[in-house]
């Protein structure tokens, strides 16, 4: 696909010669004539155009206010509690190890504590519980390491979250993230008793996803048989969950997300969401070759769901969800994700954090137990395509300033971005114009 700017309108070419516009701002698409896309080849043959450049201009400056107009609130409506910081497989991709970077510590973040306090956590429900002021909805996220290694404690926490809401206005959701290998019978009937959204992790077939999560205890042997019995469990419980997701991890290891989707499509369990993620920690020469040849995959992979899905389809994917219901809705995306604004996290020593894979440095803490630090939180106060300097990016509304995590992982600061993250974005982003628009069409 080739682009084309004016200001903030951009311009895109499909391989057939189709042609279509898209306002950074107000997130309109139109198609445009091969006469506006000959024009905006440079600045003289639009200068020559006085006609085009005249209709772009007008284009342009219908609008709304763009970012810096826009307060971002902070309000803590979803914690992330790391209920083990501890796991029971060793994933050669891991980012939760040590700083000595063993996969041996996988999932310990470095914390020697590799259990919750279970009473700390209360505090901390009750307290942002009781802290609400807008938002009429509240979630709390078990994660790990591998959160059901200790499904009891997760279970008293949801009791006591209920608890605290009983005669409250307040809708209270639980999700997980886990690897499905200790899920049996009990932990999945008590993830359907509290309607839970559940992810869980496998990278695809034995085949690559055995030589990638292996078990920790059984040297080099692969979790993928353990990871299909949990999913069966959840099977049995389907109706009751909240929704049923799978995260996938592509990047140096593996680039083959067709071949994910297909056996994970195999297993006919109706998943609601596909997080095709991308392992940022490639730093070497072929890191641009390589997140290109996922970016492939993941265009095929999308070509297949909406071929035979059409836009429902390709919302499940977690990389067109994002663009896609904003262009539906016409709503601009300010902020990547909630991160000191709407979300925190608490780790297994109760000391918070913005995000989860800032939880091995201790320079990103942001507090303990219920004491946030005030500096810290205001400078999460503007939105991230201002604290990451998008404002002149034609994605960032599509976006929404990118992952401060994969920005740091790649230059050592969350607010300086890597290329290759933007790259990717921005070809979906595009792709994504081009699948609605052809949605509508072929609706209307
Ligand atoms: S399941 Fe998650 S925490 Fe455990 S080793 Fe794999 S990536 Fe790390
Ligand atoms: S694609 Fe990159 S520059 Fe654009 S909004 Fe996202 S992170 Fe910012």
Redesign the pocket.
Known sequence: MQFRRYKDILATRAENGEVLGFHARNLEVAELSEKVWQALENEITLQKDSEIRAELEVWHKENSPDTTDIASSQEISTLLLNVAQICNLKCTYCAAVDFDGKNESAGTYGSKITKIDTHKAEQQISYFLSNLKDSKSFEIEFCGGEPLLYPRVIESLCRYAQLMVSGRDIDLHFAINTNGTLITRESAEMLARYRFHVTVSIDGDPEVNDLTRPVKAKNGYGSTELTVRGLEQLRAVRNQLGTLAVNCVFGAHNTRVERAFDYLESLHLDFDRYNFNFSNNDRSETAFEISNRYLEELKKTAAKLYARDGLSGLVKIKQFRRPLTRLESQTRQHN?CGAGKSLIQSDTRADLYVCNWFMNDETEKIGHLTDLSKPHLEHYGSTL?EL???QT????HL????CMAV?KSFSGNRHE?DPN??HR??QI?ALAIWYYKRSLHETH
């Open positions: 990547y395509i990451n300097h998008c990016c034609w994605a960032r976006c929404g300033g990118g920005h971005k993250f933007c974005t921005r982003a």
